[in-house]
């Protein structure tokens, strides 16, 4: 007997959720006017504060970063897509640009072409323009192709949204009040605040509360790419998102998908839920931390076998210090892959030195802490995207094709 993934109630509820937001065609349509430049700063500018001119002083500054240098490809291997995590925010990605400007002569810093933040997605920063100039910032100025948000099911919300939530999905959610006005999902099992490991107990129907805040959040700013590190909320964003071409998801680390047997598992959910042109609101798999290049290679093979369209794999070359092995390096193996022929994502969570602000930590520090620490955690950025572009040129050396930001071109 072959159970199915997910019950006429789970859909039913998904289903409501997605009206009650406009419908499949509206969230679609929406994301893509909010990701144009123009229209970004045209809301920016009613927003206020000084978000609009952190984007044009980005416009002023992206005009001074140093340019890739033409090098050689050798079509017989794969390609690294660069990948930098921490941009946390219009405050720290306007310091980054700042220090790869002062640097551009004496040490080129390239901009990743995918960019990771892991900022809780809390009213403040998705309504009052930060997230917006975020984008603006490294979408639409520096040409990434690829910035990923990422939701944690664990930040306080007003309840009045709960309550909103539980008449439109007819579902109930485990909470307990913040304040007078606010509540939060009950986590049961020990992480930071925001939830164990960054969001990845969805127990009961708490995936749908990760799909209300992805939706908001694309809604708002038109951000098309958001973490998940849940096998349900997993299951729930690729039935979701499959009539939402532009909503995509990457699929994190600590889903734990260290082998080939875990990375089939992750391959049947997509495809129970494939859209018409064989393509997925998965666009990005991260293989765990655990993995050899042989099992990455395999991967990717498999991937390929599959016949499931537009999805990248993606490792970690360095970690933050409290992430896990200390020291690691997955650089010998990133080179094996692509000599091998097979694609990857090289992305950094660290530059392999121990930083001030290069830990886990940072990424769960509250909206006006963020700010206040914005030098220091834009250094940080600085010095990964480094790394990834010291990495990359190695790999060009070789004749390896590696890509970097529009800005970078």
């Not at 006429?8 to 969230?27: S, T, V, Y």
């Not at 720290?92 to 400007?101: L, P």
């Not at 997993?234 to 600590?254: E, G, H, Q, R, W």
């Not at 099992?295 to 992430?323: V, W, Y």
Request: hydrophobic residues 35%; proline residues 3%; contains cysteine.
């Amino acid at each position: 007997m072959k159970f199915k993934l997910l019950s006429e109630r789970d859909m039913k509820a998904m289903d409501a959720l997605k009206e009650f937001h406009g419908g499949a065609q509206k969230i679609n349509e929406t994301i893509a006017f909010k990701k144009k430049l123009e229209n970004r700063k045209a809301i920016l500018a009613e927003k206020g504060g000084d978000w609009l001119k952190l984007v044009e002083e980005a416009e002023e500054l992206v005009q001074k970063f140093p340019k890739l240098p033409a090098y050689e490809v050798n079509n017989a291997y794969g390609t690294a897509r660069s990948q930098v995590s921490g941009f946390q925010g219009a405050r720290v990605t306007h310091n980054f640009m700042k220090r790869v400007v002062e640097t551009a002569e004496t040490d080129p810093c390239y901009v990743p072409v995918e960019m990771i933040s892991v900022v809780g997605l809390t009213d403040e920063y998705v309504y009052s323009g930060d997230l917006m100039a975020t984008l603006a910032m490294t979408e639409n100025i520096m040409g990434t192709s690829k910035y990923c948000s990422t939701n944690l099911i664990g930040i306080p919300q007003p309840e009045a949204r709960f309550k909103k939530l539980e008449e439109v999905t007819g579902e109930k959610f485990e909470r307990t009040a913040v304040d007078a006005e606010n509540s939060a999902l009950i986590l049961k099992n020990q992480g930071t605040f925001f939830g164990n490991f960054g969001g990845i107990e969805v127990a009961n129907s708490n995936h749908l509360v990760y799909l209300d805040g992805v939706t908001r959040t694309a809604l708002e700013t038109g951000g098309d790419f958001y973490l998940n590190p849940s096998w349900s909320s997993i299951v729930a964003a690729c039935y979701y998102a499959k009539d939402i071409p532009n909503l995509t998801f990457k699929v994190s680390m600590l889903l734990s998908t260290q082998t080939t047997m875990q990375f089939r598992m992750l391959l049947n959910i997509i495809n129970e839920y494939i859209r018409e042109d064989g393509t997925t609101p998965i666009y990005e798999i991260n293989i765990g931390n655990g993995a050899d290049s042989d099992t990455f290679i395999q991967c990717e093979k498999e991937l390929k076998e599959s016949g499931i369209k537009g999805i990248t794999l993606a490792a970690h070359m360095r970690i933050n210090p409290d992430l896990g092995m200390p020291n690691f390096d997955w650089t010998e193996n990133a080179h094996k892959v692509l000599e091998s022929g097979a694609n990857i994502t090289y992305k950094y969570e660290s530059d392999g030195n121990a930083r001030d602000m290069d830990t886990m930590a940072a990424y769960f520090i509250s909206d006006a802490e963020r700010n206040e620490l914005a030098d220091k955690i834009g250094e940080v950025i600085y010095y990964k995207s480094l790394k990834a572009t010291q990495d990359g040129k190695d790999f060009m050396k070789k004749g390896i094709n590696t890509l970097f930001g529009k800005a970078t071109l």
